[in-house]
């Protein structure tokens, strides 16, 4: 599964398990707008989304503009990192060990969060440095190109910063969204299943689908 020069982890769900508080968060923020929404239906509608085209979809719900709804829900979201140390995903840091040990995979970050974001999220989980080389950070963010899975450019850009090509890069993702952005990207991807369903990821083009990281583990270590 991990015959590869590169591989780019999306961040959250894959690496740290902010999914629940941040669904959490932006239903209750789009809850008191006028959208009641549930936290299981946020999981089931937004996970993986751009937060610009969840906001134009509760805007056409509520039938008013919500400027700050995104500076709202941020609000929550950082204070919520601060208050709640964000967990490891079960096998995360045992891959990345076995990784190091091996010595032939690079890897980094690239999700649809803003760097921000992503930083305080992996620092809380204790895996920020895990991504660090030689004093600079491979977190890649859709923010920095201003383009959102599902396009592919993120996973392009990471791939083309990191000196890979698309056809020997594998991506870890976690939602349907990503595994679209993989595909059209060239590359191969492995759906990590949980929040969503694993019929969802071979429905969005997963090449392997896995219903934990410890598969990966094993898969690397032999």
Same mark, same amino acid.
């Given at each position: 599964m991990l015959d590869c020069e590169l591989i780019i982890f999306d961040c959250d769900g894959v690496l740290v398990d902010t $999914? #629940?508080?941040?669904?959490?968060?932006?239903?209750?923020?789009l809850t008191e707008l006028g959208w009641p929404v549930t936290t299981e239906e946020s999981i089931e509608r937004f996970k993986g989304r751009d937060l610009h085209v969840i906001r134009a979809e509760a805007e056409a719900v509520v039938g008013r503009a919500l400027p700050g709804l995104l500076d709202d829900?941020?609000?929550?979201?950082?204070?919520?990192?601060?208050?709640? #140390? /964000?967990?490891? /995903?079960?096998?995360?840091?045992?891959?990345?060990?076995?990784?190091?040990?091996?010595?032939? *995979?690079a890897r980094c970050v690239a999700s649809n969060g803003p760097q921000n974001k992503m930083q305080a999220?992996?620092? @809380?989980?204790?895996?920020?440095?895990?991504?660090?080389?030689?004093?600079?950070?491979? /977190?890649?963010?859709?923010?920095?190109?201003?383009?959102?899975?599902? $396009?592919?450019?993120?996973?392009? *850009?990471?791939?083309? =910063?990191?000196?890979?090509? #698309?056809?020997?890069?594998?991506?870890?993702?976690? @939602?349907?969204?990503?595994?679209?952005?993989?595909?059209?990207?060239?590359? =191969?991807?492995?759906?990590?299943?949980?929040?969503? #369903?694993?019929?969802?990821?071979?429905?969005?083009?997963?090449t392997h689908v896995i219903s934990s990281m410890h598969e990966l583990v094993r898969a690397v270590g032999g």
């Open positions: $999914e #629940p508080v941040t669904n959490r968060l932006l239903a209750e923020t829900y941020r609000a929550r979201m950082f204070a919520a990192f601060e208050s709640e #140390p /964000i967990a490891v /995903i079960d096998g995360a840091h045992e891959l990345l060990d076995v990784l190091d040990g091996a010595g032939t *995979h999220s992996l620092a @809380s989980a204790g895996m920020l440095g895990r991504f660090d080389h030689e004093g600079e950070a491979r /977190i890649y963010s859709a923010y920095d190109i201003e383009v959102w899975k599902p $396009e592919p450019d993120l996973f392009l *850009h990471a791939a083309k =910063r990191m000196g890979c090509a #698309p056809k020997d890069t594998v991506v870890v993702e976690d @939602s349907s969204s990503g595994v679209v952005a993989a595909n059209r990207a060239g590359m =191969r991807v492995i759906g990590l299943a949980g929040l969503t #369903p694993a019929e969802s990821l071979v429905e969005a083009g997963a």
